[in-house]
């Protein structure tokens, strides 16, 4: 877990679930808020895995929104390329980091998660 990781507001889960979203964090690489404009202006592909009201009330512009729940069913639909630079994000880190690990296993190579999710990428506006 990162520094920055522990610095972001997070709910109370239960432990066997932070452990996995943790794992999660170990196996993908998290990118920090700051440097999302920078890699979606090269291409990346900045992945909204939040429920549609929570994309609807807010969310990072062009991004594409598919639920945690159906990631794995409709991914391929939405992104064929396993080379494409995909940035998920959450509120915060958790989901964003079991979507991007999810991803690296169905062979998307260069799944990343957004360190601090859109709270984090908010804070910087």
């Known amino acids: 877990m990162t520094d920055f990781h ?25 990118v920090l808020p700051n440097q999302v404009d920078a890699l979606l202006a090269d291409g990346a592909i900045a ?13 990072i512009k062009g991004s594409l929104n598919v639920s945690r729940g159906k990631l794995e069913m409709n ?5 064929a390329d396993l080379d494409a630079t995909i940035l998920c994000y959450c509120n915060a880190v958790n989901r964003g980091a079991l979507s991007a690990a999810t991803l690296k296993s169905m062979g998307y190579n260069n799944a990343k998660y957004i360190n601090g999710g859109l709270i984090g990428y908010r804070k910087l506006s």
Do not use: N, W
């Open 6 to 30: 522990k610095r972001v507001p997070q709910m109370a889960y239960t432990e066997k679930f932070q452990k996995l979203a943790d794992e999660a964090c170990a196996q993908v690489e998290g």
């Open 47 to 59: 992945l909204d895995i939040r429920d549609s009201e929570e994309h609807a009330a807010d969310h």
């Open 75 to 79: 991914i391929e639909g939405e992104v």
